[in-house]
């Protein structure tokens, strides 16, 4: 027999999220402050936006000059990936409509992997745990804009070094079993080595993007070797 598992459940069981998310939106905060971003600004894409990798991708185009459009077009391709996890989490869940809504604005590659398979999910204990995991990443980003503004420039620049090596262990752990997807960095790597002379950091971005996402459609196939 399932049990009914409570927002308070949701709230107790986000704790392994918070602690990932928590230092991450800490870097994310004081990477932002040393850049030269408003602090309103950073508190505002981690409100609105909520998505790691595209605020730390607005933080190194903002540095680099990017126009604002450029920015946006580059942000909304690598946030395409949420339709396709919203469309997967709510085939695989049997929320109400309401819940279905309201759970479809704190769905996250965490918390998507986190309760997407899990076979008895209800709404409140899924809005206890997404709602969490959301205030862990704001209060977070609120904690780096505080130590933004006291830490030396060297610790920040060490921050940047540790997400990028972040993303890059992310990479190479999803590419297990898959080594065809191997496909996906190169090209994309290729395609922005080349690009780059010709078009804005902003564009070459956006299509190297796009390159590695046509990669792995057309060369993934069977994913498993």
Do not use: C
């Amino acid at each position: 027999m399932s049990i009914e598992r409570s927002f308070h459940d949701g709230v107790k069981n986000s704790f392994p999220i918070m602690t990932g998310y928590v230092p991450i939106a800490m870097a994310y905060g004081v990477i932002g402050i040393q850049a030269g971003i408003p602090a309103w600004v950073i508190i505002s894409m981690s409100i609105f936006i909520y998505a790691g990798a595209s605020q730390f991708m607005a933080i190194n185009l903002f540095t680099i000059g990017t126009s604002p459009w450029e920015m946006a077009m580059a942000i909304g391709v690598l946030n395409l990936r949420h339709v396709v996890m919203g469309l997967s989490f709510q085939n695989r869940t049997t929320l109400t409509q309401t819940d279905r809504v309201i759970t479809s604005l704190g769905l996250t590659d965490e918390t998507f992997a986190f309760l997407s398979l899990d076979q008895n999910l209800n709404g409140p204990y899924a809005k206890g745990v997404m709602l969490a995991s959301y205030l862990s990443w704001v209060l977070g980003a609120v904690a780096g804009i505080v130590f933004g503004n006291i830490l030396p420039s060297i610790l920040s620049q060490g921050l940047e070094i540790a997400i990028y090596t972040l993303f890059i262990t992310l990479l190479v752990s999803s590419l297990k079993g898959t080594r065809k997807l191997f496909y996906v960095p190169v090209v994309s790597m290729l395609t922005n080595i080349i690009i780059t002379p010709v078009l804005s950091s902003g564009l070459s971005i956006l299509v190297s993007i796009l390159a590695g996402a046509m990669a792995g459609t057309l060369w993934g196939g069977d994913q498993h070797e």
